[in-house]
Nanobody, 120 residues
Framework: VQLQACGGGLVQAGGSLRLSCAAS??????MGWFRQAPGKEREFVAA????????FYADSVKGRFTISRDNAKNTVYLQMNSLKPEDTAVYYC????????????????WGQGTQVTVSS
């Protein structure tokens, strides 16, 4: 099983980025995005169920980020709008095994991470 994330980069505050995460080897009912800034713990960003009918967001990104998925491509996306400097972090996609969607320990597989840097 592999998760390949891409789409990060450098953007000015107020700008947008779209992250993608392609999964191979298996399909997963719940996929999520986490992020980790230097010196901080990994934190939940968003998650989505198989059908896409249920999505979950951290309060800090609600209204600005949108998670979606294309099951035909086995790919999950994170559209990030109105980016702020505090969104700067390495973003990871992950596939949930079981348990609380907010917790990193609930996820069995992780992508390699993609850097998002938002300048002020």
């Amino acid at each position: 099983v592999q998760l390949q994330a891409c789409g990060g980069g450098l953007v000015q505050a107020g700008g947008s980025l779209r992250l993608s995460c392609a999964a191979s080897g298996c399909t997963f009912s719940v996929m999520g995005w986490f992020r980790q800034a230097p010196g901080k713990e990994r934190e939940f960003v968003a998650a989505i169920n198989w059908s896409g009918g249920s999505t979950f967001y951290a309060d800090s990104v609600k209204g600005r980020f949108t998670i979606s998925r294309d099951n035909a491509k086995n790919t999950v996306y994170l559209q990030m709008n109105s980016l702020k400097p505090e969104d700067t972090a390495v973003y990871y996609c992950a596939a949930r095994r079981d348990g609380n969607i907010w917790l990193p320990t609930s996820y069995a597989y992780w992508g390699q991470g993609t850097q998002v840097t938002v300048s002020s």
